[in-house]
């Protein structure tokens, strides 16, 4: 299963990716809302952790574009 963690906290991003591989998960990582867009768009993910407070796009408008209502 591949994750994407996003958050703009660095320190936050590194404690959940160390915690999801060691339990055998593949992890990817952004810092902002339209990083985690550009990762979408390349990558399958199976489950997005992500943080709703942000800088350059919040949590709710990519939730919203992921879902297609933006």
Known sequence: M????????REIVE????YLEKEGYSVLAAYNGKEALDTLRREQVQLIIL??????????ALCRLIKGTE
């Not at 591949?2 to 906290?9: G, S, Y």
């Not at 943080?51 to 709710?60: K, L, R």
Request: proline content about 5%; overall charge negative; hydrophobic content about 45%.
């Open 15 to 18: 404690a959940v990716t160390i």
């Open 51 to 60: 943080d709703i407070m942000m800088p350059e796009m919040d949590g709710n």
């Open 2 to 9: 591949k994750i994407l963690v996003c958050d703009d906290d």
